[in-house]
């Protein structure tokens, strides 16, 4: 299965619609998204095309295909205009036999790992910072930020395909890649 796997829209309808050509041009078959989908947060600027209505509503076209994790920014009142549930802490998904902790990183992070066993990943956003490391034997991955990336990054998302894992800036284009 082909999984595009985003962060951090926050609200930029510009990025979302952005995110979702991605998707559509990408042919995978889920979205998993790791939190923060309409609310910008009190440390953040505004992203460009600020619109969480529109966000809403270019999501719920593919609410089938949607898998989401709850973000720090993430609120109850956002169940009520989302028509997929954004309530869960984390998710577990399993790439063979290595199994994948999706969450957002505002608790489980580099600093904080969940138990896991060597060789798993733990998969989050919240930096805004594409990431791909280990620690302890632990695969740490983070596909950056769909619209307020930081430190330098690219507006990006990840592609888990095949037991590749890709991440791709705002064209498209493939900028790290691990198996």
């Known amino acids: 299965m082909k999984i595009m796997v985003a962060s951090d829209i926050h609200g930029s309808a510009y990025y979302c619609e952005w995110l979702i050509e ?6 995978a078959q889920r979205l998993l998204l790791l ?10 600027d505004l992203p ?5 209505k529109k966000v809403a509503e270019l999501l719920n076209v ?19 205009v ?22 957002h990183g505002h608790r489980y992070n580099i600093d904080n790992i969940p138990p896991m066993k060597s060789g798993d990943i733990l998969l989050y956003g919240h930096t805004h ?35 590749v894992y890709s991440w791709h800036d705002f064209e498209g284009n ?3 890649s691990v198996k």
């Open 22 to 27: 991605n998707y559509k041009k990408s042919e």
């Open 35 to 44: 939190g923060d989908i309409l609310y910008h947060g009190p440390r953040n």
């Open 62 to 80: 593919y609410k089938n295909d949607i898998m989401c994790i709850k973000g720090n920014c993430d609120s109850e009142v956002d169940d009520m």
């Open 129 to 163: 910072v594409p990431l791909c490391t280990a620690k302890k034997g632990v695969n740490i991955m983070n596909p950056g930020s769909v619209s307020i990336p930081k430190e330098n990054s690219p507006h990006s998302y990840m592609i888990i395909e095949d037991g």
């Open 82 to 103: 989302l028509s997929f549930p954004v309530t869960a802490e984390y998710a577990v998904l399993f790439d063979g036999e290595r199994m994948i902790f999706a969450t």
């Open 174 to 176: 493939v900028y790290m």
């Open 48 to 52: 460009k095309d600020y619109d969480p």
